[in-house]
């Protein structure tokens, strides 16, 4: 939902008073009522006109009077449209299979270190399903409230999870004490592998997620290696400070850096003109106009270069690379 969305229906609910608001809320999931709890409590002073405007939007989309349905083949279709195959698919995954993994469901209401407490004991493998129905930062937070063992050895089982196969649920629901009905007619469902793992360690903080990596590298270095890769992609460029970034561009060479801002977003390149001498931005900026089309092959190529020249500078402690996760201090 957009912002606009989010601030419409916030003022539609404020609009039906506390026991009409309540009967919506009780129909959406955690994400939704905590987006519009938050937007509600910092609603002051809207004016009548902006409330009219909202309840005339509401009224138009439902003049016609006619009853609202879709079935899995049309959700599918627009998801795939809006979001693209992937995005999609593990969209679909959670919406379309909520009566399979119903038991997951009043995890999400509860904050991380209850889960972790209520899961700590259960298998790894268990522990591994259970984190990939979650929304990554909550399944992250989690993942703090583990012992560093029991942490590597889930993340190490994410990692490698191709799929959640019939059975794993079934145990899942099993150790959630939860009855599951169907169990034959159920798919496997697309969720797990390298990018979960990367998605959650970004809110593990920078210790835990060093320990993590370290044992997934004992291992399977490789798989550490693809981990690393998808934690950091080129745009994260954007969270290192400008001295950072300055520090950084000395050890690059400028037919690298040329390639890999060929596929940078607009707010990345500006970064790095800032951080140029006028002359060296000036001629950054020709090289760029005067570069023809380029193999997007050659540019991630670029772009992982530039990033193991910024990892070693950030172990090196010469740069600091932000993350969503960070807990370091100061002192």
């Known amino acids: 939902m957009s912002t606009e969305g989010v601030e419409k229906a916030a003022l539609l609910l404020l609009s039906l008073g506390?026991?009409?608001?309540?009967?919506?809320?009780?129909?959406?999931?955690?994400?939704?009522?905590?987006?519009?709890?938050?937007?509600?409590?910092?609603?002051?002073?809207?004016?009548?006109?902006?409330?009219?405007?909202?309840?005339?939007?509401?009224?138009?989309?439902?003049?016609?009077?006619?009853?609202?349905?879709?079935?899995?083949?049309?959700?599918?279709?627009?998801?795939?449209?809006?979001?693209?195959?992937?995005?999609?698919?593990?969209?679909l995954s959670r919406i379309l299979n909520d009566s399979d993994t119903a038991g997951i469901e009043s995890l999400k209401w509860m904050d991380a270190p209850t889960v972790a407490d209520l899961i700590k004991n259960e298998h790894p493998q268990i522990i591994a399903t259970i984190l990939v129905h979650l929304e990554f930062d909550h399944a992250g937070e989690i993942l703090k409230n583990f012992t560093d063992r029991l942490r590597n050895d889930v993340i190490l089982r994410i990692a490698t999870l191709d799929g959640v196969q019939p059975s794993a649920l079934?145990?899942?629901?099993?150790?959630?004490?939860?009855?599951?009905?169907?169990?034959?007619?159920?798919?496997?469902?697309?969720?797990?592998?390298?990018?979960?793992?990367?998605?959650?360690?970004?809110?593990?903080?920078?210790?835990?997620?060093?320990?993590?990596?370290?044992?997934?590298?004992?291992?399977?270095?490789?798989?550490?290696?693809?981990?690393?890769?998808e934690m950091f992609v080129f745009e994260n460029l954007l969270d290192i400070d400008d001295r950072g970034i300055q520090t950084l561009l000395r050890e690059v060479q400028s037919d690298s850096l040329v390639l890999a801002l060929k596929g940078a977003s607009p707010e990345l390149r500006d970064k790095i003109f800032r951080n140029m001498s006028q002359r060296a931005s000036e001629m950054l900026r020709e090289d760029l106009e005067a570069r023809g089309p380029v193999r997007l092959?050659?540019?991630?190529?670029?772009?992982?270069?530039?990033?193991?020249?910024?990892?070693?500078?950030?172990?090196?402690?010469?740069?600091?690379?932000?993350?969503?996760?960070?807990?370091?201090?100061?002192?």
């Open 297 to 331: 092959s050659e540019v991630e190529e670029q772009q992982k270069e530039i990033l193991k020249t910024a990892r070693r500078l950030a172990e090196e402690g010469q740069i600091a690379m932000g993350g969503k996760g960070s807990d370091d201090a100061f002192v």
């Open 18 to 91: 506390e026991d009409g608001a309540a009967e919506v809320l009780k129909h959406l999931g955690p994400r939704e009522v905590q987006k519009l709890g938050s937007t509600m409590a910092q609603t002051r002073g809207v004016p009548r006109e902006r409330v009219e405007s909202v309840l005339d939007d509401m009224l138009n989309a439902t003049s016609g009077g006619a009853k609202l349905g879709a079935d899995e083949a049309l959700i599918r279709g627009m998801l795939t449209k809006a979001l693209g195959d992937e995005r999609a698919g593990h969209l």
């Open 170 to 229: 079934a145990e899942l629901n099993e150790a959630l004490t939860r009855v599951m009905a169907g169990t034959s007619k159920l798919k496997k469902t697309a969720l797990g592998g390298v990018k979960a793992a990367a998605e959650m360690l970004g809110f593990v903080g920078s210790t835990n997620e060093a320990t993590v990596l370290d044992a997934v590298r004992e291992y399977d270095s490789e798989l550490a290696q693809k981990i690393v890769d």
